[in-house]
Structure formats: C-alpha cells, structure tokens
C-alpha cells in the first residue's frame, strides 16, 4: 500500500518536473536560438537549424562586433539618461511616499489616487503633448552656454519625463514598506526630538535601503527598456538610444539575423545582469508595483 | 455634562464672548475633581496669560502642522507627475477638439467634437458585421481582442506557473527566475527574437514542428493575415505570464497550509482541490494582475511597431499603433489626439473601478 | 521630577463628518512621583489620554499641566516626558546604545561623552549594560523591553508614559517585569502614568488607579477603594476578577425583591437608598458565603451550575432556576479545598455588611459594603 503509494507519487513528481523543465525549454528558446545564431555566419544560420550550436566552420564573433559598433553610441546615451532618471525617480518616489504615509493630514488619499493612476496611463495619450512641450521647453538653447547638456537635449528630455512618469510606482513601492514600519517607532522619534526631515534621514532612509534596491533595479529596466518616449522625443539622430539604435539596426539588416540577435543581447545586457543578479529585487518590484 | 475651561483670548484675535465665561456643569460620576471657586478661577486666569505668552499664533501653529511640513517632501514630485500625467492629458484633450494637422503650430480657436465624431463614423462605416472595414475599425477590434485574449491567457498560463511553482520543488528559486526572465528584456529585444522564432524558412517555430513530424503546420506566422494577431498575443504570453506567476505566487503563499491538508482529509483530488478550494480564494490576485495585464496590452505599441514599422495592416493594428501613425507619421496632431484619448478612457474604464475599490477597501 | 495635572480635557475626533469623543472632560491629579494607572477597556480612550499628554494628539479642550507649566501646546520633545510603547518602538537598524542616544542627540545639547555617561548609567540600571552593542533584533522580548525603558530613563524626563508596555511579554516574563518597574519607578520617584486594560496589573501597580470608560473617567483611588467602594456599576464590573454579581431589583418597603429572591434591608441600607425604587443590587464572589448554617432573610437555596476549580480556590456558578435550559448564574468563590458538585443543592447567604447597591438609572453607587465590621478590611485610607 504505502509502495504504490510512493511509486504514484515518485511519478508525480517525475511528471511534474518534466512540465517544469519543458516550461524552462520554452521560455529559453528564443534567447538560445538568438544566442546561437548570433556566434553564426550567414551561411551557417541559414542552413543549420537555429537551436543548434555552431561548428567550427561557421562559428563568427564578427557579428558581436559589427553589432556593437553600430550600438556603441546608443548604449552610452541610455546610460546617460537611464541612471539620472532611475535614481532621480526612486528618490523622489520615496521621499513622496514619507510625506503621504507616515505624516497625518487630510487630503493624503486624494493625492495619492491621483499619483497611482499615473501608473497606468497609455502613454500614447500624452505624447502629443510631450512632444509639444519639449520643443517650447527648448533644452537645446536653454543649454546654448553648457555644449556638453545642449548637446544631449533629447537625453535631457527623456531623463525628465521617464523620472515623472516613474514616481507613480516608485511611490507605490516605497508606500508598502513605509505603511509596514511600526508606527509607534515614528512616534518614538518625533517624542525623542526628531524633526520630520530628520526622521526620514536617520531613520526612514537607513531601512528604505532593501526598498532601494528594488526601486532602482526595477525603474532601471523599465527605463532602459523603453522605446516609445524616445522616438517622440529624440530629434537629433546623435542621441539615439539603444532600443532606438536596435531598431534602426533590424530595419536596415534584414536577413542578417545573426547581427540582429548579437544586437538584441547587447542592447539586453544591462538588464539581463541587473535581471541575473537582482532577480529577487526586480520580482518585488513587478509585483508590489503591480505594473 | 461638558464644562469648558477658561480660556484667555490673545491680544487682536477676536473676542468670543461665551468663551470668556466660564461655564461649570460639573457632574457626572468623575470623583477626582476639585471643586474650584471665584477665587480659583482668578488664580487661572493669571496662569493663562503666562501660557498666552507661549502659545504658538495661528500662522506658527499652521508652518508647525503636519501638512505643510510634510510639503516639501510630496509636493514638487507630485507637481511634476501633475503636469506630465494630468496636465498632459488635459492638453492632448483640447488638442483633440482642434483641427491641428501639418507642420505649422496648433491654434486654440475653434473647438468641436468633430475627430471622434470622424472617429466614431470610420469606426461602423462599413457596417459593423460585414466588411469592408476602416482602418479605425480594425485598430479598435485588434485592441479589445489583445485586450481580452491576451490578458485571459496570460493570467491562465500564469496560473499553471505559479501552481506547479509552488508544489514544493527543488531550485523553486531557478525555476521562478527563468520563467519571469522575459519580462525583464525591451520590447525591442524580444520582437526581434520573434521575428526570428516565426522566420517561415529557418525559424525556431517551423522547425521544430518539422522535427516533431508536423510539418503540415507549419505557416508564415507573422506575414500571413490570418495568424498575425495570434502570433504577437503568444509572444507577449511569453513575456508577460510570469509576472502573472508572480502575482498569483503571492496569493497561494498567503493560503494558510492548513486549507491544503483539510482538502487532502476531506478526500479532495488534486485538480478538484485547487479548482474548489484554492483559485477561488485567488480572486484578488486575478483581479490585480488582470488591470496590470491589460495595461500592458495597452502599450504593446514598441513590440508591434520593431516587428511591422508603423503599418502592421488591418488583422494587426491596434489602437495604439494607429495613434502613433496618424500623429507622428502624417501629422494629423488632432486626430491622433482624438485616439489617445479614445485610448485613455479605454484604459480609465480598466483602472478606475480597480482603483476605486482599492481604494474603498482602504488598500491603496 | 513634578506633578501632573489633567484639567478637563477634552478629545474629539473627526470622522467623516461624525464627531467621535475619544476624551470627554477627564481630570485627574497626579502627585510628584505618584504612580498612576490608566485602566479600562479597549477603545476606552485612555491610550487617547497618554497620547495627549505625550503630545502625540492635540487636545480639543481644556488643560494639561506638569510641574505647573501648561504643556498643551508645547511640542511633543519639549514637554519633558518620555513615552514607553507597548511595541517598544525601537529603532532596528540601531545599536541598544544607539537607541538610547538618539534622543538625547535631537533633542539636548548634551556633548558625546555626557550623552555616552548617561547611557552607560542608564543601561546599568536596566541591566542591559552588556547589550549595548547589539541591535534590537538580536535581543528576546524582555531585553527589548528593558531597552524601551531604558530609552525613556535617560531621557531623564518629569513624567513616564507608559502604554501597555508589558502586554508583548509572556506571562511569567510579565509578573517578573511588573516588580521591577514598580522597584524602578520607586528609586527615580519619576510621576509615571501607565496605561493597561489589564484589572489585575491595575490593582497590584499603581498607586492609584483611574478607570475610564467610553472616553470618561468613573473614578480615581487607590486600587482597595476602587475594588471595595465602587463608584458606580461600571468600574464595579471591572475591577475584580471574578466580576462581582448584580441583580436587578425593585424596592418594596424593606425588601429587595428581584427576579430570583427577596432581600431583607437593614436601616442603613434603607437609608442609603432613600426614595430609590429602581436599583441594583451587587456582591462580591468572595462574600458569598456558601453552606451558610444560619437562615435569615439572606438565605437562598440555590443549584450549583458548574465548579471551575483554580486550585487554590473554586469558582462556583450558581442558579436560582435550575429548571431553565440556560439559566441564569451567579457566582461564588470558595476555598480550594471545599468539594461542591455540579447539581448540588446548597444554601448560600449574602451578608448584609458586604452588599452594593446602585442606581439602575445612573448606575451610580448609593451603598457600598461596609468596612468596619468585625471580619471587615483593614484598609487604610
């Protein structure tokens, strides 16, 4: 009794680890066969089939190098303006999230709907606008005397807008964890003296760190990730980010699928490791985002 | 019952008689307090203008309240999101009633309803069952098809994940890696890997049906009107089914295990466990995750637009795309205006219920 | 080191248009150095209390004085007062020492050394010099606890607040902490007011207790004139552990007539009662005598429900109608070591001396037990 028992659950199991590792396959295949093919010359992607390793004979690293050059000046503007806007829009998101969650007024709740909305607006419905707005806001002249930002007035512009469009949900992030703090241990504080703005630096900043993390690593993806902001707000070809440069790589290579793949995971890698070593960080982020 | 204290006006504020008089009812069962006379009171009084001195103004008082110091730290983020988000919005919207198109800069004139009315007309001009159908039709059509379909089989693969994910296995932590690994690459990115996987020669797909002997159905999935649509809803499934994993992960680990056990005594069987007991206490997560999942659906514009440009054709434009192409592409400002905010109350009507009734039940 | 003077003060609370009275015009007086406890039920307003006094909650009305200064408008850190909390509200990410100095830091101009003195001084009292180093984390509950009083000790502030700071604790840990406070609030002679809903720490901590109910207070004494001379049916309820039994009854001439039985009042009851017709009528477990020999017009056969034997002594619950499927009880304490059965028959007696009675309108007493009789309490008031 108690063997067959086993024996049916020993399948269970077995089954059950064969559904998750054909799971594995497929969420996998698309990043294996692009990483395949990008190590491939031309004769060997189209003749072999995608999901099988290079030989010898048509094994090329040169479509990582066509590739990056190409992308070269793509990713140093998203850097550019991808680690401003992350770490401008995580810090005020946390600072917002103090000021409506652990201090005690009327009207908390309105401003708050107002702001989590913000996270779920299809962008589409603001661009005209944007586009309007950064072209009267002429970052370019108003930098006329400083080349290096007047230079990067679409960077500047992105930098911006992806910093207000990211409060919302760093807002709603940094909420959660603040409305988990004791709030006796705040009242604690302002009994012992503590000013507000003392009590976010010596007590709410030093356990906002874990909450950090998350923000960061999860505005950092969602940012460099995007291309809509950018093609309405980048005028100056010289600006281009990566997601842009990708793009503009596909469209022009067509049937060099090996570059397009190299590029793919070039233009991936700064989220892919933020993704392989914050991965933990970055699924709080997706779920207590909720976006 | 309630007496009042005496209390001691400040010089300038303005004098409220009653609160000059000091009104004793004293009563009540408290029998710890001291009875005071004239005398008393006159000793109070003095007390008072001692205290007077103190006592904040009313303007000191107000810097001193919660509110305005908690200021600095809501409000310029909040003006920020105020003008990019709803100042935004608001001016899209009366763009939309202009008849802005072409190079020249907008004028505030004249306002009517005339797009959407345009809008609407193309939307059932061709007769809403039979064809043949107006780009408007389509891109609304495609959007409420992504939007449901889409967003149902995300949530159901999503589901399976987080099931199988939390049957108590081994390198659960691999696993949930793996499977929610999409979501962290652009749009950009894994429209390129799709467009290599559908490749109808060399593609991933195709070949792998040949290999499993199902050669017959293999097809040109993303060139071929009839699969087009499917082809981006299964990629996006791809992508975005682990986040639902994710969301409906949190919801089982807050089942209490006890409700497992009492199923398996009860003599439940796996499948009827889960479908009785379990998914109907999942009713939160899918709520949450079904908002987020449509929004996403929403913005599916970077995916559509790497891998068809700004004309994917009838069986594949969404609503989203054909803003973007009437704005950016022919420049008719107004009229692209108009769809983004056709757009807008499509996703209003998703979020604000959620959010109402998040808010009410005080989760927000 | 100063007293504490709660002049009528009053809290409301404004919920969505529905004035809430959390505090309704409650005075008290609380000597230097006096230890007061704040009991009553949850949601009795008297964490409300603490709060304002802290500075936590403004006040709507009336007073608050320590050491004869008006505090009500003061801000929180500059009234003097240090607050315990019944989470203990430390700081996690902090050392012990430096939970200890953070007020001291933001709020004097103390330089590191002396802020360094009076912690070290502070923790030796506590017993936690050894902890300092540790963060509050690492520490059990009743080190946590000891910290969260430390914290409050080397503020050196006039007046304690504490609210509930014993109730995380386990039950043995608790009664242990319960001697220590009172010892450590003896050798500082500081006015501390401590907050619990808990009737048993009320009796055996404070000085005095004052009882709130429903935001208003019912009585201040120290806790035998509270437990023996009840001003009203509330803090008769509360205070006591089993509650004191109450019948409702009518005033017929000479006799309490209830429901179940017929009482005999002597003059001085007659006397306290007056003109009253509507009353209850009140007694102590305790003073139930049970297998009573004598019968007077204070004798009752009654049924024995059920016994809940506590060891030292037995709880009996007793009935008037043993016919009824849920009759009404009333209860008896007797000694450990009586045997008495569910079902059994027996005579009970409630001796004139020991009896309450309350107004059944105002709940207010008119009569309480006597304390000057032969086995009467020797109460010193």
């Known amino acids: 009794m108690a063997d067959t028992t086993d024996s049916r659950l020993g399948l269970n199991r077995i089954g059950l680890y064969a559904a998750l590792a054909l799971l594995v396959a497929f969420y996998l295949s698309p990043l294996e066969s692009a990483i395949m093919t990008a190590f491939k010359t031309q004769t060997g992607f189209f003749e072999t089939s995608p999901f099988v390793p290079p030989t010898p004979s048509t094994f090329t690293f040169d479509a990582w190098g066509q590739a990056f050059d190409r992308l070269e000046q793509g990713l140093v503007n998203s850097l550019l303006f991808t680690i401003p806007a992350t770490v401008l829009s995580a810090t005020l998101g946390s600072l917002v999230a103090y000021g409506l969650t652990n201090t005690k007024w009327r009207g908390q709740a309105f401003v708050l709907v107002l702001l989590v909305a913000g996270i779920f607006i299809p962008y589409q419905s603001v661009l005209v606008p944007l586009s309007r707005f950064w072209s009267i806001v002429d970052v370019a002249s108003l930098f006329a005397w400083f080349e290096p930002v007047a230079d990067r007035s679409g960077l500047v512009a992105l930098a911006v807008t992806h910093t207000a469009y990211g409060i919302p949900i760093t807002t709603l992030l940094f909420r959660a964890h603040y409305q988990s703090l004791d709030d006796s241990m705040l009242e604690a504080a302002r009994l012992d003296g503590a000013s507000i703005a003392k009590i976010y630096a010596r007590i709410i900043l030093p356990l906002s760190i874990p909450m950090f993390a998350v923000a960061l690593i999860y505005q950092f993806t969602n940012i460099w990730n995007d291309l809509l902001f950018a093609l309405v707000l980048v005028q100056n070809p010289a600006n281009d980010v990566v997601t842009m440069s990708l793009t503009s790589l596909q469209g022009s290579m067509v049937g060099q699928y090996n570059l397009q793949m190299a590029g793919a995971f070039i233009t991936a890698l700064p989220t892919l490791l933020v993704y392989i070593f914050f991965g933990e960080q970055f699924a709080e982020g997706v779920a207590g985002g909720g976006a | ?364 | 080191m100063a007293e504490l003077t709660l002049d009528h003060i009053t809290k409301t609370f404004d919920d969505g248009g529905d004035e809430i009275v959390a505090v309704d015009d409650v005075s008290i007086d609380i000597a230097d150095g006096e230890f007061l406890v704040l009991v009553g039920p949850s949601g009795c307003g008297k964490s409300t209390t603490l709060r304002t006094i802290a500075g936590l909650e403004s006040i709507t009305d009336g007073e608050i004085r320590l050491g004869g200064d008006v505090i009500n408008d003061k801000r929180p850190q500059d009234r003097n007062t240090a607050m315990v909390f019944q989470s203990y509200a430390l700081y996690p990410h902090m050392t012990v020492r430096g939970n200890m100095a953070f007020g001291l830091e933001e709020s004097t101009q103390l330089s590191d050394d002396e802020i360094d003195d009076r912690v070290t001084e502070a923790a030796e009292m506590m017993g936690i010099a050894d902890l300092l180093d540790r963060k509050p984390g690492e520490l059990s509950g009743g080190q946590q606890q000891r910290v969260a009083l430390g914290r409050a000790i080397v503020r050196n502030p006039e007046a304690f607040l504490m609210d509930e700071p014993l109730a995380n604790l386990d039950a043995k840990l608790r009664a242990q902490m319960r001697t220590e406070l009172q010892r450590i609030q003896e050798d500082l002679g500081v006015t501390t007011i401590y907050v619990t809903h808990d009737q048993t720490e009320a009796m055996t901590m404070g000085d005095r207790i004052a009882i709130l109910d429903d935001g208003e207070l019912q009585q201040v004494g120290t806790p035998l004139e509270c437990y023996h001379e009840p001003a009203n049916l509330f803090v008769a309820g509360f205070i006591g552990e089993p509650s004191m039994n109450t019948f409702e009854a009518r005033v017929d001439g000479a006799t309490l007539v209830t429901d179940d039985f017929e009482y005999d009042l002597s003059q001085r009851h007659r006397d306290a009662i007056g003109a009253r017709e509507d009353v209850v009528f009140g007694i102590r477990p305790e003073d139930v005598e049970v297998g009573a020999d004598t019968a007077d017009g204070h004798t009752y056969a009654v049924t024995v429900d059920v016994v809940e034997p506590k060891g030292d002594e037995n709880y009996v619950h007793m009935t008037f109608d043993d016919d009824h499927e849920t009759p009404d009880t009333f209860t008896a304490t007797i000694g450990g070591l009586r045997q008495v059965d569910a079902g059994d028959s027996v005579v009970v007696r409630f001796p004139p001396e020991a009896i309450h009675v309350f107004d059944a309108g105002s709940g207010e007493a008119v009569l309480n037990r006597s304390l000057d009789t032969a086995e009467g309490v020797d109460l010193v008031l």
């Open chain 2, 1 to 364: 019952m309630r007496s009042r204290i005496l209390r001691v006006l400040r010089p300038g504020e303005q004098a409220d008689a009653e609160s000059e008089q000091q009104v004793r009812t004293d009563g009540g069962t408290s029998a710890d307090r001291p009875q005071r006379g004239a005398a008393d009171s006159d000793a109070r009084a003095d007390g008072g203008v001692t205290a007077t001195a103190d006592q904040p103004s009313r303007a000191r008082r107000w810097l001193d309240s919660e509110f305005v110091k908690s200021l600095p730290f809501w409000l310029p983020a909040t003006l920020l999101v105020g003008l990019f988000v709803y100042g935004a919005i608001g001016w899209n919207f009366v763009i939309s009633l202009t008849d802005w198109t072409g190079l020249r800069q907008p004028t505030y004139d004249s306002f009517d309803f005339e797009m959407y009315e345009v809008f609407f007309r193309n939307v059932g001009k061709g007769g809403l069952l039979s064809g043949p159908h107006t780009q408007e039709y389509w891109a609304l059509r495609n959007t409420f098809v992504l939007l449901v379909v889409f967003t149902v089989a995300a949530l159901v693969v999503g589901l399976l994940l987080a099931i199988l994910v939390d049957r108590d296995i081994r390198y659960e932590n691999t696993f949930r890696t793996i499977y929610l690994l999409p979501m962290s690459l652009s749009f950009v990115v894994t429209a390129i890997f799709w467009a290599w996987m559908y490749n109808p020669d060399t593609g991933m797909i195709n070949e792998t049906l040949r290999l499993v002997g199902l050669g017959s159905l293999t097809q040109q999935w993303i060139s071929d009107p009839q699969f087009k649509l499917f082809a981006v809803m299964f990629a996006l499934v791809w992508q975005f089914s682990g986040y639902a994993m994710v969301v409906y992960l949190a919801g089982l680990r807050a089942i209490p295990t006890d409700q497992y056990e009492a199923a398996k005594v009860d003599g439940a069987s796996l499948v009827k466990m889960y479908w009785r007991v379990i998914i109907p206490q999942l009713r939160a997560s899918t709520t949450s995750a079904a908002v987020v999942l449509m929004v996403f659906a929403l913005k599916a514009f970077d995916f559509l637009f790497v891998l068809f440009g700004t004309r994917p054709g009838p069986s594949a434009d969404i609503l989203a795309m054909m803003m973007y192409r009437e704005s950016f592409g022919i420049t008719n400002w107004a009229y692209g205006s108009a769809i983004a905010m056709v757009l807008f109350v499509l996703a209003l009507g998703v979020i604000a219920p959620y959010l109402y009734v998040q808010f009410k039940r005080g989760e927000l």
